[in-house]
C-alpha cells in the first residue's frame, strides 16, 4: 500500500465534554494519578504518560456528541485538505486555542468528530 501527503505524530489529545467540571475532575484525577496540569474554570488538563486529556465544561453546548481525539499534525491546513479530498467534511475550521496551539475537527464519512491538532 502507497500513501501519500503528511503523516500524523498519533493521537496525543483526547478531549471530554462535561457538565460537573468539579466531579469531573475528581474522577479523572483518581484514573490518572496526578494532578491537573492545567487548572482553569474554562478547561481542565492532564498529561500522563505523554497524553494530554482535558475537560471541557459545557463542551455539549459548543457541539461535542463525546470525546474528540486529536491526532496531531505538523501542518493542520494541508492535512485537512487531505481528509477533506478523502470524504471528510469540514465541522469546525482552525483556530488558536491559546500558545499558537490550532485545532480543527471535521468528520469521517459516518459523522463520527475527529480532531487535528498542529502546535507551532
Not at 459545557?58 to 478523502?86: F, N, R, S
Amino acid at each position: 500500500m502507497t500513501t501519500t501527503g503528511s503523516s500524523t505524530q498519533g493521537v496525543k489529545t483526547v478531549l471530554h465534554p462535561v457538565t460537573d467540571l468539579a466531579a469531573a475532575k475528581a474522577v479523572y484525577t483518581a484514573l490518572l494519578g496526578v494532578a491537573p496540569q492545567s487548572d482553569e474554570p474554562y478547561y481542565v488538563g492532564y498529561e500522563a504518560e505523554g497524553q494530554q486529556i482535558g475537560l471541557v465544561p459545557g463542551g455539549a453546548e459548543q457541539g461535542m456528541t463525546g470525546p474528540v481525539a486529536y491526532w496531531h499534525v505538523a501542518d493542520i491546513e494541508a492535512k485537512l485538505a487531505e481528509v477533506t479530498a478523502a470524504g471528510a467534511k469540514v465541522k469546525d475550521s482552525p483556530r488558536d486555542v491559546g500558545g499558537g496551539r490550532l485545532v480543527a475537527t471535521f468528520t469521517d464519512p459516518d459523522g463520527n468528530v475527529l480532531g487535528v491538532l498542529q502546535d507551532r
